[in-house]
């Protein structure tokens, strides 16, 4: 049977994030080399989870020691790492490597300096509600469900939580603020899931200040 997520989250819970985190991205990790996948994990976990990393370690270690046998993987109580295409195919030599690259990050305090997401994953670990704004609500359907982009965000703060509202709003400033002129903001906003484009005249850096505004009206208007 199935683990319990209890179960899960102690045995692999930090291991699977680990390996979220290449989605869309090369396992091109060396000895020698920190692939881009990895260096955003060790960048978003050192700011905001840093307690996990030894966690992160010991996961990914023992599970590259310790493959599933037969009896778990027949019960289905093991973790199938998914197809990230490792050079060379050696699975359990890349974990190692990954779990040693952990390690020394941890024991040399070295944290990936900050700076703009490069990874799919990275842009929704940073800004999870905003990915949930743009996913669920300016997606490719948008013109058959609303009538205009301000509809939708009507929408959204009228279905949301205030205080899941307001986290949004910090997300967005916090967004504004990175060094990124509109195309790179547009790939930020497509990464992010929105499938629209902003409305006219408005660039992306625009239009999402004009978003935070509204959303900050609505709350202030207790919406």
């Given amino acids: ?35 881009d996948a990895l260096t955003a994990y060790l960048r978003h976990t050192w700011r905001y989870r840093p307690w996990t990393l030894v966690t992160a370690e ?51 305090g070295d944290a990936p300096r900050p700076e703009s997401p490069v990874t799919h994953w990275e842009w929704h670990a940073r800004f999870p509600e905003l990915a949930q704004l743009l996913g669920g609500w300016f997606s490719q359907d948008m013109p058959d469900e609303f009538e205009d982009h301000a509809a939708a965000l009507v929408d959204y703060l009228e279905s949301t939580d205030p205080q899941l509202v307001a986290g949004l709003v910090g997300e967005v400033h916090e967004l504004l603020a990175l060094p990124l002129d509109d195309p790179d903001c547009a790939v930020a906003l497509a990464s992010l899931g929105m499938e629209v484009d ?26």
Avoid: C, K
Avoid at 87 to 96: K, T
Avoid at 201 to 220: E, Q
């Fill in 58 to 108: 010991a996961q990914v270690r023992d599970h590259a020691r310790n493959p599933p046998g037969t009896l778990r993987i027949r019960l289905g109580e093991f973790y199938s790492v998914p197809d990230v295409q490792v050079p060379g195919g050696d699975v359990r030599a890349w974990l190692l490597v990954i779990a040693d690259h952990i390690g020394r990050s941890v024991d040399e």
């Fill in 198 to 223: 902003p409305p006219t005249p408005h660039g992306p850096r625009s239009w999402l200040r004009g978003a935070a505004d509204t959303l900050v009206s609505g709350l202030s208007a207790g919406r």
């Fill in 1 to 35: 049977m199935p683990m319990a997520p209890r179960e899960f989250d102690r045995r692999y819970g930090e291991l699977d994030q680990v390996l979220r985190a290449y989605t869309g991205q090369p396992a091109d990790d060396t000895p020698e080399h920190r692939s």
